[in-house]
T-cell receptor, first 115, second 113 residues
Framework: AQKITQTQPGMFVQEKEAVTLDCTYD???????LFWYKQPSSGEMIFLIYQGSYDQQNATEGRYSLNFQKARKSANLVISASQLGDSAMYFC????????????FGGGTRVLVKP | DAGVTQSPTHLIKTRGQQVTLRCSPK?????VSWYQQALGQGPQFIFQ???????QRGNFPDRFSGHQFPNYSSELNVNALLLGDSALYLC????????????FGSGTRLTVV
């Protein structure tokens, strides 16, 4: 079965510092996409960043960047200059072209930003 | 531009009852997917609707069923509720094939007592 693993259940980070959230995935499909979502206590999944398996460059979106290491099957999220509002659950997810239009999620990492 | 709207936000049901959750997709989106998120876990895919038909289904029993209407809105029905059905139910809309990504609603928190 295709799987997404997030090994860090929870992390503390000091405000204004950078934090890296780990994500590894398992697939033999050549075409897939990797997503990161933020879920605050309100419950809504907020899209942060996307990386396609054929993308040559690592994705960046403002303070978010994705460290994509295809050979290692990892897609770590880096949040720079953390803000108090970054405190939330973060989920890594994968979409495989062969599996249609569904997302497979990891178990999530809770981030708490300290002032 | 309204995002994905889900209703109700919370509800409490008794074991054995039936429940219907509703979702209005983001304007311009034609595909609706439903996910179940148990407490402390990542969301699990239930099923997806496109052109008023179920296109994909995850590993959920037949007690879980759905519908999509001509205006692309969708319902999730769960029959014979179990305590284990207590979860946050998320709706996500997209264009077919997931082009341009997925937009999630804030979910419906279902508690079965």
């Amino acid at each position: 079965a295709q799987k997404i693993t997030q090994t860090q259940p929870g992390m503390f980070v000091q405000e204004k510092e950078a934090v890296t959230l780990d994500c590894t995935y398992d697939t033999s499909d050549p075409s897939y996409g990797l997503f990161w979502y933020k879920q605050p206590s309100s419950g809504e999944m907020i899209f942060l960043i996307y990386q396609g398996s054929y993308d040559q460059q690592n994705a960046t979106e403002g303070r978010y960047s994705l460290n994509f290491q295809k050979a290692r099957k990892s897609a770590n999220l880096v949040i720079s200059a953390s803000q108090l509002g970054d405190s939330a659950m973060y989920f890594c997810a994968m979409k495989r072209e062969a599996a249609g239009n569904k997302l497979t999620f990891g178990g999530g990492t809770r981030v708490l930003v300290k002032p | 531009d309204a995002g994905v709207t889900q209703s109700p936000t919370h509800l409490i049901k008794t074991r054995g009852q039936q429940v219907t959750l509703r979702c209005s997709p983001k304007s311009g989106h034609d595909t609706v997917s439903w996910y179940q998120q148990a407490l402390g876990q990542g969301p699990q895919f239930i099923f997806q609707y496109y052109e008023e038909e179920e296109r994909q289904r995850g590993n959920f029993p037949d007690r879980f069923s759905g519908h999509q209407f001509p205006n692309y809105s969708s319902e999730l029905n769960v029959n014979a509720l179990l305590l284990g059905d207590s979860a946050l139910y998320l709706c996500a809309s997209s264009l077919v094939g997931g082009r341009d990504g997925y937009t999630f609603g804030s979910g419906t928190r279902l508690t079965v007592v």
